[in-house]
């Protein structure tokens, strides 16, 4: 499956780590020579954040580190998750695989079950020598719940695994308003904090992340990979009160025009739809709103510490930083709020790559790309092999030159429906398009026109003057779906006794 697989197994002590660590395994890394020149990977994934950054434009959040790293990397206007789930896009975005291919298209389940010798981007720089730590959460997480644990985690990702918890997991829930009572995860809920950064397990991240960078700058015999998962802005959105202040409720934006806007969705565009949000008034929108932007700032700062302590140690300019989010989330448009949706605000994920010597610094893609594209991306960025099935594209072309197209569309997908009876979404995204079909065109269509509806307000499906175009993307959006099945041409199947992979002999 590998082109280059390593074929000798050598052990490498990793000194400085031998004793603080609380999980290391090296019996399976090949021997590197000492003088390492290969790049590092600080991969840095927010959860459930959207594209309200300064950098992305947003009038009003404020998130100066992000924007910092934009001015230092390439910054994808256009780039897309391809699953506006956490479970099922963190298995695409970790396999390089479509969720088609990964047969996750729910939470609470990884690929091991399903297609287990599939190497994951971290155990690919694993074997190719790298250190592989995890910092919080890379695969799924039951949030807030399983913060603090290993949540749904791939053990044979990672060389080391840290897994704080902090205040607002082990102190602070009693205090957390929600909309349904005591459920924080899956539903609206948000708390101001009186205690500070640090004690957050946001803040724990960052203060693991500055430890672990310390100990690899003292030991630079072996390169890195070090992925940090901040929890924040997910719910429930708490942080520190101080970064609250800095939204006045009042100030925060409420979606106009919902109900006219209703009138030409298939209903399945809707379904991520949840009763509980007819609980919401003006008030409470406000006051989520402003929660939730101020969950992107505090989290944004602790995404500045890790940047600075990558500086401060010397390592900025032979690290490559990625910045993303599993997907987008909703704040209202359409009336629906949170995930689960084919419309860009859910589908859309911020994307930053800074690769020093690679990329232009500062400058902005347009051209529509997706998670999918990391895994080629940063192994061919760091000669890293790997598996021949993997199926995004290679940025690199677009990080030396943002105007270049490259595969010019991203593809994002979503189910309808229970287990077993249910149906799918598509939805295709080009510089100026989005067209949607749910379950092939039979549930219904939409197509957007960016350019002078950038809110997706009109659905032009069923205007004649656009059929012609409808049926072109229909074609289009078909031959792209039908892609991202695996060469079997089958959904893999959840399997049973396969959770703990054969990491022997692969
Ligand atoms: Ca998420
Ligand atoms: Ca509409």
Redesign the pocket.
């Known amino acids: 499956m590998l082109q280059r697989l390593p074929r000798h197994r050598t052990t490498v002590s990793f000194a400085c780590f031998a004793i603080a660590a609380a999980h290391v395994t090296t019996a399976l890394l090949p021997r590197v020579d000492a003088a390492e020149s290969r790049p590092n990977v600080l991969f840095i994934v927010s959860d459930d954040l959207n594209n309200s950054l300064g950098c992305y434009g947003h009038p009003q959040v404020k998130s100066p580190n992000i924007d910092r790293l934009a001015d230092r990397g390439v910054r994808f206007e256009r780039s897309y998750c391809q699953f506006p789930l956490c479970g099922p896009s963190r298995n695409s975005m970790l396999t390089g695989l479509y969720p088609n291919s990964t047969g996750i298209l729910q939470n609470s389940q990884i690929f091991r079950q399903t297609i287990p010798q599939q190497i994951s981007l971290p155990q690919a720089f694993r074997r190719a020598g790298y250190f592989a730590a995890r910092i919080g959460k890379l695969y799924h997480y039951n949030v807030p719940k399983s913060v603090g644990t290993n949540g749904h985690d791939d053990p044979g990702s990672w060389e080391l695994e840290l897994n704080p918890a902090g205040c607002d997991r082990l102190l602070e829930e009693p205090d957390i308003f929600s909309l349904r009572k005591d459920s924080f995860g899956g539903t609206l809920s948000w708390y101001a904090s009186p205690r500070g950064d640090l004690l957050h397990t946001d803040g724990m991240l960052a203060s693991d992340a500055e430890w672990v960078l310390e100990r690899c700058a003292r030991d630079k015999s072996r390169p890195f990979f070090l992925a940090v998962g901040f929890y924040r802005p997910h719910t429930p959105y708490v942080a520190p009160a101080h970064y609250f202040d800095g939204y006045p409720k009042q100030e925060m934006p409420l979606v106009q025009g919902v109900e006219?806007?209703?009138?030409?969705?298939p209903a399945d565009a809707l379904g991520s739809h949840k009763r509980e949000h007819e609980l919401l008034t003006d008030d409470l929108r406000q006051q989520a709103i402003q929660a939730y932007f101020a969950s992107i700032t505090f989290m944004d700062a602790q995404v500045g510490r890790v940047l600075n302590k990558l500086d401060e140690l010397g390592l900025a300019e032979n690290t490559i930083v990625v910045f993303t989010s599993d997907h987008g989330y909703h704040l209202g448009e359409?009336g629906l709020w949170q995930k689960m949706s084919l419309f860009e605000e859910s589908a859309r994920v911020p994307l930053i790559i800074a690769a020093p010597g690679a990329s232009k610094n500062g400058g902005v893609a347009a051209t529509p790309v997706g998670l999918i594209d990391l895994y080629p991306t940063l192994t061919k960025l760091c000669g890293v092999a790997a598996p021949v099935n993997i199926q995004g594209q290679d940025l690199r072309p677009i990080l030396s030159d943002p105007t270049e197209v490259g595969r010019g569309w991203a593809i994002s997908q979503v189910t309808r429906g229970g287990r077993g009876k249910g149906t799918c979404g598509f939805t295709l995204r080009t510089p100026r398009w989005r067209y949607t079909q749910w379950d092939q065109g039979r549930r219904g269509r939409e197509l957007y026109d960016h350019e002078n509806d950038p809110l997706?307000?009109?659905?032009l499906a069923d205007v004649a003057e656009h059929a012609k175009r409808v049926a072109e993307f229909s074609e289009t959006l078909q031959e792209a779906a039908a892609d991202t099945l695996p060469e079997s041409g089958e959904i893999p199947t959840i399997r049973d006794g396969v959770w703990a992979p054969n990491l022997t002999d692969p």
């Open positions: 006219e806007d209703l009138k030409d969705l359409h997706e307000q009109t659905n």
